[in-house]
């Protein structure tokens, strides 16, 4: 397979190292809500490994959107046509929103409760002042929408298995981003 035909490097890259920190982002904010006040670790530790983590993934996020704008990328190929065509550019979109939303909210969130974030010991600057009500919604998109985020992943997992291993070979879209 030609490079023209798949991803540039940075972009598969940032493809797996994105996915993997959100994947544990999630897993480990499931784990560490819920985790009693008392355990001292889930202060000292997980909630600042995750917020800066989280931090970590909104620059991530937005070094990959400038990426991508930049650099050349495979067309879908003919093949996907019509409603299929919609969905994979939609589902796509819609990903990058929920990987800036999802950080964004746990960043607006803890502004908004008064508490300032860092990444790795490194203050970051308050964006919003401490503000109750916006500190709850923010709390309610955080929690929320990585089940939305989660839902999208599925599917675009079955389908790159779906293309890969159940189309014409030449079909596979896993060769694109490995």
């Keep these: 397979m030609s490079q023209a035909q798949k991803y540039s490097l940075p972009m598969r ?15 480990v904010g499931w784990y560490m809500e819920g985790l009693d006040r008392s355990v001292e670790a889930k202060f000292a530790v997980f909630y600042p490994l995750h ?8 620059l991530l996020v937005l070094a990959r959107v400038v990426i991508k704008v930049f650099s050349a990328k495979p067309v879908l190929p003919d093949y996907v046509e019509g409603l299929a ?38 203050e970051l600057p308050t964006l919003v002042e401490k ?18 985020l989660l839902a999208l992943i599925a599917v675009h997992i079955g389908a790159a298995i779906k293309h890969h291993w159940f189309d014409d070979s030449k079909r596979s879209f896993i060769k694109r981003m490995a």
Excluded: C, D, Q
């Design 13 to 27: 890259v940032m493809h797996w190292l994105i996915a993997a920190m959100i994947l544990s982002l999630i897993a």
């Design 51 to 58: 917020k800066s983590f989280g931090a970590l993934v909104l």
């Design 85 to 122: 065509r919609k969905a994979a550019v939609a589902s796509h979109h819609l990903m990058y929103m929920l990987m800036l939303a999802i950080p964004l909210s746990g960043y607006l969130m803890s502004n908004a409760g008064g508490r300032a974030v860092k990444m790795f010991g490194l």
């Design 131 to 148: 503000n109750k009500e916006l500190g709850g919604l923010m709390h309610e998109i955080h929690v929320t929408i990585p089940y939305v």
